[in-house]
């Protein structure tokens, strides 16, 4: 029988969030041996195309135009200033790149255009291009595919309990059918939530409960911790502690074997020794560079630090098997 499951009970998944910690750890670290290069973590670099201003409510986010941040509004950037963000990301060694805009949903208008042609450039420099752009139809999605586009980040960010506490502009079921969406184009899937939002472990539990059911698991999973943005209406939750962090990326390894799961917003809180029990724990990615949309992560010097302490090594791109998504693939090969 295969391991990788897509009908976890809840109780089968908090059975292992509530095994003891180190014992947790260890079983996460058997199942990311088996089905991972131990050592090996994917570097992905982000970069907000278009920063603030955005409609929605999201109670975390410091780009909601309804909550008074010191982030300034940027107009989308263009074409040239991302493709040679682009290239130093990749000579910084990232081998994906995560262009992140502050909208609610796309349009199909001329700043859409723009972000193909961004897709299109970046593909042309060898990189894993992904995108965060909030909603999208079918048929955005098929543009983005056709563009070359390799995976898009859209997460759920907690259980669907929690979700309304949150954010109130959508719901749970906009973002399930947008996955629905970028599955359908035959783009990788990137999916995974926050903690810190004042969620219970049965929150945390319901989040990878959704994510470890879908028909086909999210190839990248990203937890993220809350950073705390004075003017939000989380500015003042407390930190998550770093066993809490530990305990949700063990769990949604041993859960999601196979995908990817992404120490990511929050690492600039946590020591190396912290990060290195979150890689022991099966996180294989991280987001690099100083910066993840507007907000502080460790610069470039440090995380080579601390490959080098850990004898981490970073993961090429496309070495999952495909370039460009399975759909383009498919319509360049000959009938
Ligand atoms: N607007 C698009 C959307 O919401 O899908 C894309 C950009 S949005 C900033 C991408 C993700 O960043 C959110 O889904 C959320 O998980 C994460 N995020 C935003 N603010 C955060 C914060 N303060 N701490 C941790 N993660 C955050
Ligand atoms: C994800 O899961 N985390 C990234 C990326 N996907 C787009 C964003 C983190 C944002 C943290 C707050 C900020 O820098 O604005
Ligand atoms: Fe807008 Fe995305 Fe921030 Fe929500 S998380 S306010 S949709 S930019």
């Not at 041996?33 to 907000?48: A, D, M, P, Y």
Request: hydrophobic letters at 40%.
């Amino acid at each position: 029988m295969s391991d990788i499951r897509n009908d976890w009970s809840k109780k089968e998944i908090r059975e292992i969030f509530q095994r003891p910690l180190l014992q947790l750890v260890l079983d996460a670290a058997d199942v990311h041996r088996t089905h991972h290069t131990f050592g090996e973590v994917q570097i992905s670099s982000l970069l907000s195309i278009k920063t603030g201003g955005c409609s929605e409510d999201c109670a975390y986010c410091p780009q909601a135009a309804r909550f008074h941040t010191d982030v300034k509004v940027h107009a989308l950037m263009k074409l040239d200033e991302v493709v040679s963000a682009a290239e130093n990301a990749k000579a910084a060694g990232a081998s994906r790149f995560c262009m992140g805009a502050a909208w609610r949903e796309v349009r199909d208008n001329r700043d859409f255009d723009r972000v193909i042609d961004m897709v299109k450039a970046v593909n042309g420099l060898d990189m894993e291009v992904c995108c965060t752009l909030g909603m999208l139809t079918e048929h955005q999605a098929d543009r983005l595919a056709e563009a070359g586009l390799y995976a898009y980040n859209h997460n759920i960010d907690t259980s669907e309990e929690h979700y309304s506490e949150v954010i109130t502009t959508r719901t749970y079921g906009d973002r399930l059918n947008t996955l629905g969406n970028v599955r359908k184009a035959g783009i990788s899937v990137c999916s995974g939530g926050i903690i810190g939002l004042g969620e219970t472990d049965e929150d945390r539990i319901g989040m990878l409960f959704t994510l470890s059911n879908m028909p086909q698991h999210p190839e990248s999973v990203p937890i993220n911790v809350l950073v705390p943005v004075a003017g939000t209406p989380l500015a003042d939750n407390s930190r998550v502690p770093f066993d809490e962090l530990v305990r949700m990326i063990a769990t949604a390894r041993i859960v999601m074997p196979q995908s990817a799961v992404r120490l990511s917003a929050g690492r600039l809180e946590l020591s190396v020794a912290e990060q290195a029990m979150c890689f022991l724990a099966g996180a294989n990615s991280i987001f690099a560079g100083d910066k993840l949309l507007t907000t502080p992560n460790p610069g470039q010097n440090q995380d080579m630090d601390m490959f080098r302490m850990l004898g981490l090594t970073p993961k090429a791109a496309f070495a999952d098997g495909h370039h460009r998504n399975r759909k383009n693939v498919a319509e360049h090969e000959p009938c």
